[in-house]
């Protein structure tokens, strides 16, 4: 496993360090956008830290999760790590100064070879200083998948995370401890693996099912309620809207609404931002905001309320300009 993590692509992550170091200066905001030039960053995940007002982006490139001001200036923000990965979703736990990190081996599950499954790690970073204090690896726990791909993170009250494996249909736990387990098996009946996810206050997570086409279409698609006392109670919440296309990211905002970004069905990049609504404690919801955005793949809030969307080039990996963008119903 160690010497087919080393395999990443090191040249890749090493050429975006640097540019990272050189290049900030060359970023600029336009009202509601923050344009981020000259780094082949390829962000997937984005957390807002209200400690300094900044974001925080991910980087399917093995680059260092990057720290993104409101005027536009970014630096790298992470280090201490043995080897580079691929990084999707993004957690703050503002409680215990954490920052969690769902890490993958990006070059494996990308080089269409059935031998190399990949590997799913967590890592724990310090808020503050961005220094690894934890690293985890998750795929140890099912060695009979298929592929490993750590996609997005939620913690609960009591600081449990919770990792969703998109390729390899499950859900991980890892205690405040570090030591992790097999939570959650993809029981929905619904074709695909669990993305996105997030952790509601009446103690149980909402995760998001999807399976996408050659296309970059969602294929198939669900939302699902997993207890955490019981997660082998767990129901699918009944969506009936059109406009519902299943969510890559999602939030649960503090009036416990959902927000995410979902496809339409039409195209890979036709994204949209929706607003679901339940009546029923997630037996069941309704979408009650919608609205076009450009090429997405999750959402972030500030402690007001406002959306703001990591936008993805998905024809182009190695693109050196990413925006982060405003939304607003």
Same mark, same amino acid.
Do not use: C, W, Y
């Given at each position: 496993m160690k010497k087919q993590l080393i395999q990443i692509s090191l040249i890749t992550a090493l050429s975006v360090v640097t540019s990272l170091a050189k290049d900030n200066t060359q970023t600029i905001?336009?009202? =509601?956008?923050?344009t981020i030039e000259g780094i082949a960053l390829n962000p997937e995940g984005i957390e807002y830290d209200s400690n300094d007002q900044t974001f925080l982006l991910s980087?399917? =490139?093995?680059?260092?999760?990057?720290?993104?001001s409101m005027d536009g200036t970014y630096k790298p923000f992470t280090s201490g790590e043995k080897f580079p990965l691929s990084t999707a979703g993004l957690q703050i736990d503002p409680k215990r100064n954490r920052l969690l990190v769902a890490g993958f081996n990006g070059t494996?599950?990308?080089?269409?070879?059935?031998?190399?499954?990949?590997?799913?790690?967590?890592?724990?970073y310090n808020l503050k200083t961005g220094v690894l204090e934890k690293e985890i690896n998750l795929s140890s726990l099912a060695p009979e998948a298929n592929a490993y791909f750590a996609n997005d993170i939620a913690v609960d009250s009591a600081g449990n995370a919770y990792i969703t494996d998109w390729y390899a249909g499950l859900i991980y736990k890892v205690d405040l401890e570090g030591k992790p387990s097999i939570f959650w098996k993809n029981s929905s009946g619904i074709a695909g693996g669990p993305n996105g996810i997030d952790f509601h206050q009446d103690d149980y997570l909402l995760v998001s099912i999807i399976k996408v086409n050659d296309k970059g279409i969602y294929e198939k698609h669900g939302l699902v309620k997993v207890?955490?006392? =019981?997660?082998?109670?767990?129901? =699918?919440?009944?969506?009936?809207d059109v406009a519902f296309g299943g969510f890559d990211g999602m939030v649960i905002t503090?009036?416990?609404?959902?927000?995410?970004?979902?496809n339409n069905r039409k195209t890979g990049g036709g994204n949209t931002l929706i607003e679901l609504t339940s009546k029923d404690n997630w037996k069941s919801a309704q979408?009650?905001?919608?609205?076009?955005?450009?090429?997405?793949?999750?959402v972030a809030l500030t402690p007001e309320g406002e959306s703001y969307v990591i936008n993805q080039d998905f024809s182009d990996n190695f693109k050196k300009k990413w925006t982060v963008e405003h939304i607003v119903f």
């Open positions: 905001k336009h009202s =509601n956008t923050i980087s399917l =490139n093995a680059a260092p999760i990057t720290k993104v494996e599950i990308m080089d269409k070879d059935p031998k190399t499954k990949g590997a799913s790690f967590l890592r724990v207890p955490l006392a =019981n997660p082998n109670a767990s129901s =699918n919440v009944a969506i009936t503090p009036k416990g609404k959902v927000i995410g970004v979902t979408v009650t905001q919608v609205k076009a955005i450009t090429p997405s793949t999750t």
